[in-house]
T-cell receptor, first 114, second 112 residues
Framework: GAVVSQHPSRVICKSGTSVKIECRSLDFQATTMFWYRQFPKQSLMLMAT?????????EQGVEKDKFLINHASLTLSTLTVTSAHPEDSSFYIC??????????FGQGTRLTVV | GDSVTQMEGPVTLSEEAFLTINCTYT??????LFWYVQYPGEGLQLLLKATKADDKGSNKGFEATYRKETTSFHLEKGSVQVSDSAVYFC???????????FGDGTTLTVKP
């Protein structure tokens, strides 16, 4: 099946710094990618929809200036957590759809802000 | 808005036991329904899906039937294995597969 690769899988950063997470569709073109956040022992919450060549669409309550999303090509979307704080520590997962019939998820990024 | 209610966990079973994880949903329109599995430290993998009423999704011995009359999509497996231990998420989407609403997840532990 289609593969979505997310990098890095784990990152630890200092409070106040920025972290970039990459999401790549390896063998298909994804005009739309999605970013989710998962708190420990909780479900996935959609943060934003990333559209190739245009601005991302953020869900209500998600700070767009804090979570910068760029979808510069049909195979790459990036999520940058700016000025990270400990409360931003979480598991971030991206997904991309193939023909809008099936979603493929990246392996996730465990972000720890210290 | 759309919502998914999943059976609370954790669920602990002995190997070869029968598994049911309940899932009910609320949605406008006619959603597609999904079950995903997440192993520790990993992303989600699609387990099975159904796109219209009375469809049955199946994979790796797991099954779920799209029941419109009861707005349910319960996950079942006749004989679980230790390797089935994971977190299972029920999800729906009314806008194709990408923008999905997830249940809270059910942690399954299978003991030998």
């Amino acid at each position: 099946g289609a593969v979505v690769s997310q990098h890095p899988s784990r990152v630890i950063c200092k409070s106040g710094t920025s972290v970039k997470i990459e999401c790549r569709s390896l063998d298909f073109q994804a005009t739309t990618m999605f970013w989710y956040r998962q708190f420990p022992k909780q479900s996935l919450m959609l943060m934003a929809t990333s559209n190739e060549g245009s601005k991302a669409t953020y869900e209500q309550g998600v700070e767009k200036d804090k979570f910068l999303i760029n979808h510069a090509s049909l195979t790459l979307s990036t999520l940058t957590v700016t000025s990270a704080h400990p409360e931003d520590s979480s598991f971030y997962i991206c997904s991309a759809t193939l023909m809008n019939t099936e979603a493929f998820f990246g392996q996730g990024t465990r972000l720890t802000v210290v | 808005g759309d919502s998914v209610t999943q059976m609370e966990g954790p669920v602990t079973l002995s190997e070869e036991a029968f598994l049911t994880i309940n899932c009910t949903y609320t949605a406008t329109g006619y959603p597609s329904l999904f079950w995903y599995v997440q192993y520790p430290g990993e992303g989600l993998q699609l387990l099975l899906k159904a796109t219209k009423a009375d469809d049955k999704g199946s994979n790796k011995g797991f099954e779920a039937t799209y029941r419109k009359e009861t707005t349910s999509f319960h996950l079942e497996k006749g004989s679980v294995q230790v390797s089935d231990s994971a977190v299972y998420f029920c999800a729906l989407s009314t806008q194709g597969a990408g923008k999905s609403t997830f249940g809270d997840g059910t942690t399954l532990t299978v003991k030998p």
